[in-house]
């Protein structure tokens, strides 16, 4: 089948689009009011952009009512905020802290979670998250939608520190991502979590080039 989105003619019960392009990671983004209030949510347009220095986005259409996403808001306002990872074992959290829209209500504590103190920025991290990503805020893109009231505001923040709970580092030294099963969404109402790793090396190039894909360091050996 072949379709075009501004004419969403694609004949199917439910627009397939979000399933095409999965599975996306979950960027759980903690942040804090101008009044102090802290903020919790999930977001399944986000990843990473360039690792140096590393920064990560993630993506926020605003309310119908005009009013610009929450966590869009405080990460501009405060120019901070935090990308914690979203598990398996906190997606009851995770969905939970979605469907709070009070600005005034503090969903790390309404969900149960644990506030970590951050190091480098203010808004705290889930201490119960594998890993949380302090950012400073870099850059809000704003892309237009179809209706004219409704936009999209992708924040792009540097990464300036990275937490990283050790029960999840391996004998190797490698993050033990089947132990985290991190959480992804893919279309409709479903998800999916990391339960299969494999690794594909590529032929015939060096030893320094698979060490810097796999985020080594190149060797500085002058050896033959």
């Known amino acids: 089948m072949f379709y075009e989105p501004s004419k969403n003619d694609h004949g199917l019960p439910y627009n397939p689009f979000k399933s095409c392009v999965v599975p996306r990671p979950i960027g759980w983004i903690s942040t804090i009011s101008r009044d102090g209030i802290v903020n919790l949510a999930p977001f399944s347009q986000s990843n990473i952009l360039g690792w140096d220095p590393p920064y990560v986005m993630f993506s926020a259409q605003n309310r119908v009512n005009g009013n610009r996403n929450d966590s869009v808001n405080n990460a501009e306002y405060t120019g901070e905020f935090v990308y914690n990872m979203a598990t398996y074992a906190l997606r009851d959290a995770v969905v939970e802290s979605s469907m709070i829209e ?3 209500i503090d969903e790390l504590a309404t969900t149960g ?8 920025v203010k808004p705290p991290r889930v201490k119960e998250s594998p890993i949380s990503l ?5 850059q809000t893109i704003v892309l237009a939608n179809n209706k004219p009231e409704l936009f999209n505001s992708v924040v792009i923040g540097r990464v300036v520190g990275v937490h990283i709970n050790d029960d999840f580092i391996d004998k190797s030294g490698k993050l033990d991502i089947l132990k985290m099963r991190p959480l992804a969404r ?3 109402l479903d ?3 990391v339960t299969d790793v494999f690794e594909l090396r590529p032929k015939n190039i060096s030893e320094d080039m698979i060490r810097g894909m796999a985020g080594g360091s190149a060797s500085t050996s002058t050896k033959p």
């Open 113 to 120: 979670l644990t506030p970590a103190e951050c190091r480098l």
């Open 191 to 193: 998800y999916t979590s």
């Open 102 to 104: 009070d600005p005034a």
């Open 186 to 188: 893919m279309g409709y």
């Open 134 to 138: 302090e950012c400073k805020h870099h």
